[in-house]
């Protein structure tokens, strides 16, 4: 029984995943790959994203390069609706889902 507890102990913790950085742009479900002028729900991207969150239940993302991950906080995501942004978490790849610990501004250069 021992020898088992301690293989499930050491197995859980070969598991564990290590949080990593994500840097993307935070957008919404309706827009993804194809940007916020079909939908032009407001006068800029950051206010079309937050009408579809609100209007069309859509979820805050990211967007890096063709890969979409939904934001596990998305209170948080809000706030940086259409920037540019890293996002520090972990990834449930079967779900393409990122558990953030913080997101940060990314300076445009």
Known sequence: MRTLLLSLVVGG???????????????????TQGGHARMRMGETDAECARACAVYHGSAYVLEEGKNVYTL??????????AQKVAVIGTLDATGKIIQVESIAAVKER
């Open 13 to 31: 913790t070969l598991l564990a995943v290590p949080p990593a950085t994500f840097t993307g742009i935070i957008t919404d479900t309706e827009c």
């Open 72 to 81: 596990s906080d998305q209170k948080l995501a809000e706030r940086f609706a």
